[in-house]
T-cell receptor, first 113, second 113 residues
Framework: GAGVSQSPSNKVTEKGKDVELRCDPI?????LYWYRQSLGQGLEFLIY????????KSGLPSDRFSAERTGGSVSTLTIQRTQQEDSAVYLC???????????FGPGTRLTVT | AQTVTQSQPEMSVQEAETVTLSCTYD???????LFWYKQPPSRQMILVIR????KQQNATENRFSVNFQKAAKSFSLKISDSQLGDTAMYFC??????????WGAGTKLIIKP
């Protein structure tokens, strides 16, 4: 079956512009995660959706970052007024339930110039 | 707070050799999972192996096995008969009290032909 997909795969934007990153999780997976990975670094948790519960936004680095998950499926991560320090790979993952194996998408490489 | 430490930024071995990647962690939980993920140059994060802390038996998956020392809070990954395709970043991860994965900084493993 189809895995987790993300779009775009690469995004170059000018400082100050808004960007939207999309994640399509595996069908039927109730949990969805967004992570940020800077060059040569580990993963930084951003936000977590589980079913119809309120999302865990504890990892969002600033109020410029927001995410939503529509219909319990597709998720969009929005970064407003992008800054150069936002440049990173943004990874999305989904799992059947919490603590199950997380299946990752290929990521979106965001470059803010 | 949970922490995960990978003290080896980079390792390289010859093809067919055995290599062990170290991971230490800290948690106040008594029951938890530990994970090793692999991220090849393609950027796709893949689960390698999972260990449940209440199980004394070390997890194994083909050429991959762990040495789980609960009292020492150590969770090392052994790769036997290493192959060129094992070249990747390897991350150790541990769920925190909110079930979010806390990630180590990663070890870059290079398998030389």
């Amino acid at each position: 079956g189809a895995g987790v997909s993300q779009s775009p795969s690469n995004k170059v934007t000018e400082k100050g512009k808004d960007v939207e990153l999309r994640c399509d999780p595996i069908s039927g997976h109730t949990a969805l995660y967004w992570y940020r990975q800077s060059l040569g670094q580990g993963l930084e948790f951003l936000i977590y959706f589980q079913g119809n519960s309120a999302p865990d936004k504890s990892g969002l680095p600033s109020d410029r970052f927001s995410a939503e998950r529509t219909g319990g499926s597709v998720s969009t991560l929005t970064i407003q007024r992008t800054q150069q320090e936002d440049s990173a790979v943004y990874l999305c993952a989904s799992s059947l339930e919490t603590l199950d194996e997380q299946y990752f998408g290929p990521g979106t490489r965001l470059t803010v110039t | 707070a949970q922490t995960v430490t990978q003290s080896q930024p980079e390792m390289s071995v010859q093809e067919a050799e055995t290599v062990t990647l170290s991971c230490t962690y800290d948690t106040s939980e008594s029951n938890y999972y530990l994970f090793w993920y692999k991220q090849p140059p393609s950027r796709q994060m893949i689960l390698v192996i999972r260990q449940e802390a209440y199980k004394q038996q070390n997890a194994t998956e083909n050429r991959f096995s762990v040495n789980f020392q609960k009292a020492a809070k150590s969770f090392s990954l052994k790769i036997s008969d290493s192959q060129l395709g094992d070249t990747a970043m390897y991350f150790c991860a541990l769920p925190d009290s909110n079930y979010q994965l806390i990630w180590g900084a990663g070890t870059k493993l290079i398998i030389k032909p």
